[in-house]
Structure formats: structure tokens, C-alpha cells
């Protein structure tokens, strides 16, 4: 009897090794018996990427973006292959594709490209046959030929686009972890798995440094409206369901905690205070692809003032360089670059009608004596930039004092 389909989607960690990569097959022979269509989406074996990404730098250390696309794809082939052969070993159909043989077109911004559209006809012609359809994620290709990546966790983006475009029933994201949970586990053993959140919630805590699933899959599943769940790999319990809406949102305050390490402040001084000089800056910053967040420029009483702002760790270097060229460009004085820095933030939809709520976030940090270097806000999230080696005692006392730990 037919089911339905649904799109599955497994992690590197969930296929770390040829143990996991049969339970995989296992889970996935599981739906078949009961009657769904499968499309299996699989990211590359445990910690590949990063392994290539180091061979890659041992040989040049500023490889051309186009042919690091052509080796990080190399990852999820291996991984799909393998795939593949564990279900046939189980005795059922399946066929593995790379992101370019299942059309899925992207443009050319190489290392993180957006998909323009997908030809399913191939995937649609093997689930007819009876066969469970595995696609390598995280790539696509050009118009070209040329073969792209979609950006860090792209595999996520890969699900919900082809879920989006096979019109599928379910879309599932299986990962090492039993869902969302209000705040990383590892830093608060309290923490408490979300049954339910909304994609803007999974969205801001995606962006802010909560690392289950890539930003750019939720923007997605949101456009379309495509119900996700996030769950384990490892056992069969519900995970996460996210969602447009969520009973009771506006009485939770808070959903929860994230944090970020993976960000440095560069700080310009004496910066001539006139008008201009900022969109200089940072105009030259987009041009080059550094993703810029926050934005703090100290009111001026003389003529120069300061500006700081953050930027991906991964960009710091480049961006420093940037800033320190505009520096004399304008006759502004240093650059500073702070990589000794962790960004705290909250999110909750119910913070759009509560007030106070960053007053008192406010409060718990200076309760502990941690210094706020900079803040940003948005509907739904605050977010505070301090020392990294306050990082992990500012969640942990945010998380209680918000009261994350104790189930709704």
C-alpha cells in the first residue's frame, strides 16, 4: 500500500562509519517495508569535509573557490554510493545520484551557491520503479557544467528543496541529537528538547550560532511552508517539529539559548566623523563577500568616533585587511581585531509582546560580573557580545534564570 513520500536526510555524523551507515540502510529499508517512497539526502561521511578542507591547504592555502567545490563534492559521492550498496545488501531497489545527475541547478557563486531550480524528472522516473532514490547533498551545478557546494550544512537546503519540489509529505532531518533543544546540551546538561518551534524562532537560533541546521534550509521551509522534523539518527523517539505556528507561543518567553564562538570584532578608530565614510566601509566589505553582523558606532564629541563591528571568524583575516586599507583610504586611525570574543543571544516570539525582557537579561549578566562589549535586537532575539571566558557560565545562568530548564 502507498504511503505517501518522504524526504530523509542524514547528517555526517550519522553515517560516520560503515556500523552507521548500515543502521542508516536499516531505518531507511524500515519506511519501504511500510510503503513510503524514499529520497534520502546524505551529507559526507563524519568529519570528510573538514579532512579535505585541511589536504586542500596543505597544497595552497588560498585554493581557487571552483576547484574547492569540485573536491568537497567528492564527499557525499562516497557517502551515497555506500549508501546504496547497504540497502542493496538488505535486498532492496535503490540508486545514488550526485546533486548535478538529479538537475539540481544552482547559480555560480561557488563554495555557497543558491539553487535556482531542480529537475526531479529523474528522481520521479526511479521512485516509479520502485526504487529509494539517494541524493548526494550540499551540491549542485551551474548552467555550465561547473559543479557547485551550497555552503556550510547545505545538506539541509538539499532536503527542503527537493521535499518543496516533490511536493513531499514529510520532510525528515536526522542528526546526532534528539532535536532542538532549548540551549546546547554539551555546555547545559539540563537543557530541555522543543517539541514544537516556529520556523521564525529556528530561524533566529540557526543564525545566532545554534548549530542543527543550516539558516538558509529554514528561510526555505518557511517560504514554502514545508513542516520539518528534526530528530535522531541513533534511536526512533519524536525529535522536533518546526513549524508556521506553535499553540501557546506568545506564553513562552523564551525558547531559547544560543551561543557563538565562532565570531571576532574589529574595531576602527578615529574615524573621520562625517557623512560617507561608513557605506566606504563596509560597501568595500560586501564587494569582497564578508558577511558583516553587528554594528556599533560610538557617538562622536569630537570630530572622529569609532566603529566595531563583527564578522564570521573564517573572514576576520580578510576583513581586517579590508578595514585597514579603508582606514587609510579616510585617514582613520588603528584597526583592532578582538578574536577573544563569544556572542550570548535569546529567542523567543513571545518577547514581541512582553516587555523587559532585555532589562533583565541584562541583569543576569551583570549579577555575574560579565561585561556586554556590544548588543543587537531584533523581534525576537536579543543578542550580547562579551568574553569568551565568560560565554559558558552567561548560558547557563540565562537558561535557569528564564526557567528553559523545567518542561512547558
Known sequence: ??????????????????????????????????GYDL????????????????????????????????????????????LAMA???????????????????????????????INADKIKEELKKGRIVIVAGFQGVTLNHDITTLGRGGSDLTAVALAKELQADA???????????????RIEPAARKIKEITYDEMLEMASLGAQVMQPRSIEVAKKFNVPLHVRSSFNTKKGTMIIKEVKKMEDVLVSGVTLNKNEAK????????????????????ATSGVSVDMIVQNVSHTRSTDISFTVAKSDCNKASKITKMVARKIGAGEVLLDEDIARVSIVGVGMKS??????????????????????????????????????EIAVKKIHADFGLSKPH
Open 1 to 34: 500500500m502507498h504511503k505517501g513520500l518522504v524526504v530523509q536526510k542524514y547528517g555526517g555524523s550519522s553515517v560516520a562509519n560503515v556500523e552507521r551507515i548500515q543502521r542508516v540502510a536499516k531505518r531507511v529499508v524500515g519506511y519501504s517495508k511500510k
Open 39 to 82: 529520497v534520502v539526502v546524505v551529507s559526507a561521511l563524519g568529519d570528510t569535509t573538514d579532512e579535505l578542507v585541511e589536504l586542500a591547504d596543505k597544497i595552497n592555502s588560498s585554493p581557487s573557490e571552483r576547484e574547492m567545490d569540485m573536491l568537497l563534492s567528492t564527499g557525499e559521492q562516497i557517502s551515497v554510493a555506500l
Open 87 to 117: 540497502i542493496h545488501k538488505l535486498g532492496f531497489q535503490a540508486i545514488s545520484f550526485t546533486g548535478s545527475q538529479v538537475g539540481i541547478i544552482t547559480d555560480t557563486s561557488h563554495t555557497r551557491a543558491r539553487i535556482i531550480k
Open 171 to 185: 520532510c525528515e532531518i536526522y542528526t546526532d541529537v534528539m532535536g532542538i533543544y532549548t540551549t546546547d546540551p
Open 266 to 285: 574589529i574595531t576602527l578608530c578615529g574615524v573621520p566623523d562625517k557623512p560617507g565614510v561608513a557605506v566606504k566601509l563596509f560597501k568595500d566589505l
Open 354 to 391: 512582553h516587555r523587559g525582557v532585555a532589562a533583565r537579561m541584562f541583569g543576569i549578566m551583570a549579577d555575574n560580573k560579565i561585561n556586554i562589549e556590544m548588543i543587537s535586537t531584533s523581534d525576537i532575539s536579543i543578542s550580547c557580545i562579551i568574553k569568551k571566558k565568560d560565554a
